[in-house]
């Protein structure tokens, strides 16, 4: 039996690795270790611990590790309690293979207790290219990790180009594509959010066309955070759609983009604008799927939404780079653009889907070679 | 004025950024900043505080980092420690660019500081290659860092080759050829190491041959350091030569080494070999220059003894795949195999000297490229 | 000349040490070093930096501790954070004397660090007795501290008891009461506080009869913050009186008491309460002063305003057993009851002041102390 | 089913709990929780983990918090590693008790962790009166603490004085009794130190009269720890009668101690003395038992010592003023004053037995105890 130990740090990560701690679970030779920490504990940025308990995991380990503070220094600090705490966390787990997902800042912390305490590291989504503090993470954590899930063919070959052995990476498409499946399955929009979840605003109509908002502040421009939100905020007020706007994650900057919004409620009262904290992974993709487009910056709106066939508006440089199909317009931090490619994209109805990010089996693909691969540490440039 | 802080993490670092901070003093333009912390301060392993103190450099910060315990805890914990601190130390100082050296554990502590609190982030000895969890470590800096500055040709390729932008990187030389050339120049040995540092063990002669012996644990293989340097001890034992032992640097392992030599000396107590902490890095390189040859897997055997043309014998895996001149031997951690090579060494006398890792003016041009360069933050992968 | 470094930690810790400040630079044989950490920093809930510097002083570190959470895992992760990072600013400043002030959880970390470090340590507002945790903590920085200065007789009588040396307990008055001396002397309310910091809610007229009101959660009892604040807001609101309401301290408990507050502005949009942050010591002492009275649980409350004769009402435990003069009436968290009050103290008008807790000269008189006391660190119980 | 976590920091603290740790598990209505943190898991001072696990105890979590350096940093910042992770543990544990053990500096993590988190503490040992650090933490700690187990009448007639509820205070003794006890009924030397735990030095005879040294650094006196061992060393080789030395515990000048004693060995050799790192707690009081006195300033001279009737010289300020029967004779850091009174101990022989530290029975009163207090977090002081 191999013991395999993920570890989540915040909210978007857990669909990101869902299907494959359900593979974990069903696997007979694999056991399943689960940590969660940083922002995924704090309620304020909805916790994703209701969810993944359940769902029917069990965690292991519960780590605070959130330094408090809108300015850069929160991230290397909080950064360091978790490589701190998760030091002890492993010594006392001692897990076969680490499993890390994707580029958030602290997510070096799991990357390095797991290399210098000598346990195998894996790495899901490596490879990718997009702007922000991310993308220095992304690829750290790469020359940090033994094994390599890439979600598309392009990622799987700039991790070969960055001189990580072949016989180390394997495109295996990107787990959330497997939830997202099962939602291009069985898409009915079959809750009402308001009711189920709660927020604040307006209630609204979500039975005819609606939209979606999810705007992130952007690390290295994070003093402009406020501005930049200020624009979304303009232009969708002013098309009053029907539209459910989710509250950023935790992010220097993230301060700045709640106080915008909130400001900004208080002043002109949007009419037509509900704000939520967050909802399950499955339902959010629901409620994507049945939307006439989504808006920001999120990752879901390049990954998820071309897999399930939903346009999006991509604003500003969180993205750039990233590889994408053609559900998306980009556009610059400017309300007019952002009104623009709103009024294009709901009139462009379902647009073609995609399948760049995987065919929804990648869950089942990485359980399979984590069990399989041999337990290596080494390693060494290939050039 | 740009304000550049220097950071140094351990005894050997300084020896690679010294002539660096000299140019940088020098320079009309720059303005020093230095933080010195983790093993650095440690006397057991040999403050390198008093040396840096000595040649006039002011430190602005010392920081004690180093967490107990010969376990792979350690290492993690360590930088934990380094990173929480040093990020309240950057709030404090708000240097221009940070500067990093080389590839021990604890210097990723700065780089994620930097990069994550937008600071730009230079680092001296990327691109190299080698074996233990210094590879890893060194690459993940290189995709946290802005600029680069590369020993040699090779490895400026090899930093290209991973993604980062040609205009970032510079093939400076490594500043230690800077020191090695004044000791090229001027390399008598004229002060007693043994009256000078002070030690353990039999006096001996070193107005003949003598040997110079420095051997670090290997990280990926901490569990055998005891056993490792037996060998050496035995072999080095046998052929009976006059011999200056160095202590190993502090490392997950080093306690198993320390231990090692202390016990062989109980049991054996050797009449020509004597162990000392520590010397000047000057007074270590006229050492050197003029021993028979240099035993162990130091990285000064392979960069600046080719420099000046020292024999040297490498063991075992830690400096596997660097660029070496043909000053080198290598051989397994076998007390027959160290024996031989030793010989062969002695025999050979002075032999050619090797220019691969610089020409011995790499601290003026890093300097003057850090007065120049672009204060950037954002990259992204050439590919 | 001695240095005499003042750790200040939470914002109304600078009220209470602003004078010693003043007296201490001004004495020719100290020198001031200011380390400002914690919840000091947090904008959130009312950064207290711009005040301190507007006033002059510079701030030698500052330092972010505060782990997020609401959890009571918050306050202990928050004071080790404090307590890593002090002990390094202490090795770099080497005070002669470090003086910690009152009560607060994050203060034991100071306390712990000038003890271990065999640095002696004078603790401001000893010898108090009141509810919560604060309890215990000011009793252990007692055992930890070498001198004490006690605000009132009795509290100086308690740190005898519990077994200190009565030569190092020094009566002094409490250093807030210094400020206040200078409010009470010129309390015209010179400025509009609405215009002047700014706030959420409906404005105010405060020509006429206007309450205060500052409610923290007790820790002890985090877990019905959001219900003991609704008992209050909902007084409030009913009586319709202008009210100006601070929001509460960061402590295990001030997300619910926020949220609370927040809810219930949503929810009811009372009509007559401005909500604000925090502002400049003195202005808020004007603000007292002029008010018909102060409800909630502050101290200052019963020490500042029983030296101005300001009514107050005090709510539930959080100040159960503290010193207190005629101005004060005590009730439980219960709406009926502070309404009732709150009528009560309204008619009181201005009652009779009280110097239990010092007359004014505090400040100088722990300066003069502080320059001529010797320099021990050892000490033990008195019986 | 009430759980009671133990806390063990360091290695003496485990015989001082052992017997309360036995009676928990067998108590019906209790369940263990054990924690060892701190220099307990260091092995340079002696791990006291192997002797806890071979006792059948099973470790909940093992955390590394010992940060390197002699200075006096190193104890706040590894109080502050304490403090940071306990918490952790607490919040993934949640007793319902916690119980923390005498005085040593990181004792007061766990005091402040429980207390924080609204967790009722116990402390075992408060209200006796020593000199160094030890003094403040151990009544820093009363005052965080609910439940108070006194090992003497004075102690527990101290802890009332400082304040404390009376009927929280239980005068127990000592637990180290209980385990003494089984020595004093069974106490033949029915081993071979030599030859069970090994050391350095010479062989020495144990047959006959024999001594036993144990001396720690005082932490207020820290520069002058390797002046004062030279003291004891001098008096102990200078009689030159069989010898047994302990090494010291880990506290700033351990690193004096010991490498004053590594020197003296180098220098002088001294022939009948036999240095040992540590034993399990029944063989060092059988070693003691049998010997004809100890040495030093370690506490179990005058608490174990006094209950067998082993006579013990106690060197220093250390131990001062704690109660102490008529087996101890106080001399100062003085070779002569040393040497004469080893030479009145031996022709003393066994001197009168003494039971102020207790009567064998304290585990079993604890446990009894602690299954039946009120779950109270909430005190104040008396008076």
Request: charged fraction near 25%; proline fraction near 3%; charge should be positive.
């Given at each position: 039996m191999?013991t395999?130990?993920v570890?989540i740090t915040a909210?978007p ?6 299907t494959?701690?359900?593979a974990?679970?069903k696997h007979?030779?694999l056991?399943l270790q689960l940590?969660?920490m940083?922002?995924?504990l704090l ?8 969810f993944?308990?359940?769902d ?10 959130i ?8 991230m ?8 701190l ?7 006392n787990?001692?897990p076969?293979?680490?499993?890390t997902?994707?580029?958030?800042y ?12 000598n346990?195998?590291l ?5 490879g990718e290219?997009?702007?922000?503090i ?6 750290a ?5 033994n094994?390599?899930?890439a979600s598309t063919?392009?990622?799987g070959k700039?991790?070969?180009k960055?001189g990580?052995?072949?016989?180390d990476?394997y495109?295996t498409g990107?787990?959330?594509?497997d939830?997202t499946m099962?939602v291009?399955i069985n898409?009915?929009?079959d ?5 189920k979840?709660?927020g604040?605003g ?9 939209i979606?908002v ?5 690390t290295?421009?994070?003093d ?14 002013k098309?009053?759609?029907?539209t459910?706007?989710l509250?950023p994650?935790?992010d220097?900057g993230?301060d700045d983009?709640s ?7 208080e002043e002109?009262n949007?009419?037509?604008?509900y704000?939520m904290k967050?909802?399950?992974?499955v339902?959010?993709l ?14 879901v709106?390049?990954?998820?939404c071309?897999f399930m066939?939903?346009p999006a508006?991509n604003i500003?440089?969180?993205?750039q780079?990233?590889e994408?199909?053609k559900?998306?317009?980009?556009v610059n ?12 994209q709901?009139?462009n ?8 990010y995987?065919?929804g089996?990648?869950g089942e ?6 069990s399989?691969?041999d337990l ?6 290939t050039?």
């Open positions: 191999r395999i130990c570890v909210r990560s857990y669909s990101r690795i869902k494959v701690m359900d974990i679970i007979k030779e056991k940590i969660v940083g922002s995924a309620d304020k940025y909805g916790s994703v611990v209701d993944i308990e359940k029917g995991f069990k965690i292991n380990n519960k780590i605070h590790t330094v408090e503070g809108q300015e850069l220094t929160s290397p600090k909080s950064t360091a309690l978790g490589l705490e998760i030091t002890t966390v492993f010594e787990l001692r076969d293979i680490v499993v997902i994707a580029d958030r602290e997510t070096i912390a799991t990357a390095i207790a797991a290399s210098y305490m346990i195998p894996a790495h899901i989504q490596g290219v997009t702007g922000s991310d993308e220095k993470v992304r690829h954590v790469t020359k940090l990790s094994f390599h899930f063919k392009l990622a700039r991790i070969r960055m990580e052995n072949p016989s990476i495109v990107c787990p959330s594509m939830l099962e291009v898409h009915k929009l809750f009402d959010p308001i009711v979840y709660g604040v307006s209630e609204i109509d979500l039975t005819g066309d609606y979606v999810l705007q992130h502040p952007v290295t421009e994070y402009k955070a406020g501005k930049h939100v200020l624009e979304t905020l303009q232009a969708v007020a098309l009053n759609l029907p459910i706007w509250w994650n935790i220097a993230s983009t106080g915008e919004i909130r400001s900004f409620r002109i949007p009419q037509n604008i704000f967050n909802m399950s992974s339902d959010f629901k409620l994507l799927k049945n939307s006439s487009c989504i808006v920001g910056n999120s990752s709106a390049i990954r998820e071309s066939g939903v508006i500003g440089t969180r993205q780079s990233r994408r199909g559900n998306v317009i980009n931090y400017s309300s007019i653009e952002i009104e623009e490619a709103i009024l294009i709901i009139n109805k379902k647009c073609k889907k995609d399948n760049i995987g065919t089996d990648a693909k990485i359980a399979d070679i984590l399989r691969v290596k540490i080494e390693k060494r440039l050039y």
